[in-house]
């Protein structure tokens, strides 16, 4: 089963950019639709964006589109979420996830993911 790890969290101010990295072993990630959530403290897990298994389709929050970016390299076996004009708001730990399946009505539900990084923290100070 894959293995996720994240990568390049930190502290910004706001306004400025990160470039978060989910990394995948004993899998390929083109192999899986992916996902990136996010979670600040006393808040639920939401939804940022995903990236379809075909990569074909790609989907963000309301709340990031137009400043957030996802990408996949493959050669690199690596989902990339770049990360532009920070918000306060935008403060929490990232994770990643990937499911082996096709389709697009289920990925911005959370549930449907099997597999879990252990997340990255995201800090943007006002």
């Known amino acids: 089963q894959v293995q996720l790890v994240e990568s390049g969290g930190g502290l910004v101010q706001a306004g400025g950019s990160l470039r978060v990295s989910c990394a995948a072993s004993g899998g390929t990630v083109s192999s899986y639709a992916v996902g990136w959530f996010r979670q600040a403290p006393g808040k639920e897990r939401e939804f940022v964006s995903a990236?379809?298994?075909?990569?074909?389709?790609?989907y963000y929050a309301d709340s990031v589109k137009g400043r957030f970016t996802i990408s996949r390299d493959s050669a690199k076996n690596t989902v990339y979420l770049q990360m532009n004009s920070l918000k306060p708001e935008d403060t929490a730990v990232y994770y990643c996830?990937?499911?082996?399946?096709?389709?697009?009505?289920?990925?911005?539900?959370?549930?449907?993911?099997?597999?879990w990084g252990q997340g990255t923290q995201v800090t943007v100070s006002s």
């Open positions: 990236i379809s298994r075909s990569a074909g389709r790609i």
């Open positions: 996830a990937a499911a082996n399946k096709y389709g697009l009505d289920w990925l911005r539900r959370r549930e449907e993911y099997d597999y």
